[in-house]
């Protein structure tokens, strides 16, 4: 899978995720995902498993951080980086 299909994919999923969770309007790549409380735990843990199961991120690595995760655009450089 190239970059480009994991963060369309990606990009997609989260998308969905808030939709389902009400927050329909625009989103920005930099705009909080997590932090903010648009999405919750469960969000984290789904957005987690498509890394490591779909796109093959080890994310059991020491230097990860869950941090790198709160927006679309520190998740797509997270895949730039390691996929």
């Known amino acids: 899978m190239t970059n480009v299909s ?11 995720m808030l939709a389902e969770r009400g927050h329909g309007g625009p989103v920005s790549d930099h705009d909080s995902l997590f932090f903010s409380g648009k ?3 469960m969000a984290a843990t789904e957005v987690l498993m498509l890394l490591e199961r779909e796109i093959g991120i080890d994310l059991a690595d020491a230097d990860f951080d869950i941090t790198q995760l709160d927006t ?8 730039g980086g390691r996929a």
């Open 6 to 16: 994991a963060v369309a994919i990606v990009r997609k999923t989260v998308l969905a």
């Open 39 to 41: 999405l919750d735990s």
């Open 72 to 79: 679309l655009a520190q998740i797509e450089g997270l895949i």
